[in-house]
Antibody
Framework: QVQLVQSGAEVKKPGASVKVSCKASGYTFTGYHLHWVRQAPGQGLEWMGRINPNSGGTEYAQKFQGRVTMTRDTSISTAYMELTRLTSDDIVVFYC????????????WGQGTLVTVSS | EIVLTQSPGTLSLSPGERATLSCRASQSVSSSDLAWYQQKPGQAPRLLIYGASSRATGIPDRFSGSGSGTDFTLTISRLEPEDFAVYYCQQYGSSWTFGQGTKMEIK
């Protein structure tokens, strides 16, 4: 079955960077786009961007341009999302999600990674 | 950017009742590229409906979606205890955006 397993919770200082991983299994990693979604505690979902694991091509939400980098390692079926210049607004859960092959909704999600920014 | 506005913000209903959730887009959503997700506390979202009206794999038939253009609806015909959660709509016709969510709570 399709599984997306994310790395564990992190605590970072303001101004630092965080890199979250998303390991895929149960399907062909290079066959589906992977997206990253942010959610602040008690708040809604915010799309950050996506990566094409086959080509490495990326598309980022304008809000995160210049601060986010999405990469992948096809040899281990893992995608990464790095966010720089963290602030207290970045106390959030990050999710990776797989884009469905026949439309562009998200048919599978990782379990989420909590990132806390604290001095 | 297409902005999605969900209403109501909170819906208080009892098990067995019918739920109707609304999602309105700031501009027309192409090809009915709209999805609905369910999220329970401490869990990732789960895809319920895609293409405005198609149920995702394993989703019970009490969940149905309808609408086109700028107005979309998620209907739950008879609420089960496990349906009390937060529901989000998402458009993917022009990049990707989510609504702010509707919280379904037990009355």
């Amino acid at each position: 079955q399709v599984q997306l397993v994310q790395s564990g919770a992190e605590v970072k200082k303001p101004g630092a960077s965080v890199k979250v991983s998303c390991k895929a299994s149960g399907y062909t990693f290079t066959g589906y786009h992977l997206h990253w979604v942010r959610q602040a505690p008690g708040q809604g979902l915010e799309w950050m961007g996506r990566i094409n694991p086959n080509s490495g091509g990326t598309e980022y939400a304008q809000k995160f341009q210049g601060r986010v980098t999405m990469t992948r390692d096809t040899s281990i079926s893992t995608a990464y999302m790095e966010l720089t210049r963290l602030t207290s607004d970045d106390i959030v859960v990050f999710y990776c999600a797989r884009e469905s092959w026949d439309d562009r909704s998200f048919d599978s999600w990782g379990q989420g990674t909590l990132v806390t920014v604290s001095s | 950017e297409i902005v999605l506005t969900q209403s109501p913000g909170t819906l208080s209903l009892s098990p067995g009742e019918r739920a109707t959730l609304s999602c309105r887009a700031s501009q027309s959503v192409s090809s009915s590229d709209l999805a609905w997700y369910q999220q329970k506390p401490g869990q990732a979202p789960r895809l319920l409906i895609y293409g405005a009206s198609s149920r995702a794999t394993g989703i019970p038939d009490r969940f149905s979606g309808s609408g086109s253009g700028t107005d979309f609806t998620l209907t739950i015909s008879r609420l089960e205890p496990e349906d009390f959660a937060v529901y989000y709509c998402q458009q993917y016709g022009s990049s990707w955006t989510f609504g702010q969510g509707t919280k379904m709570e037990i009355k």
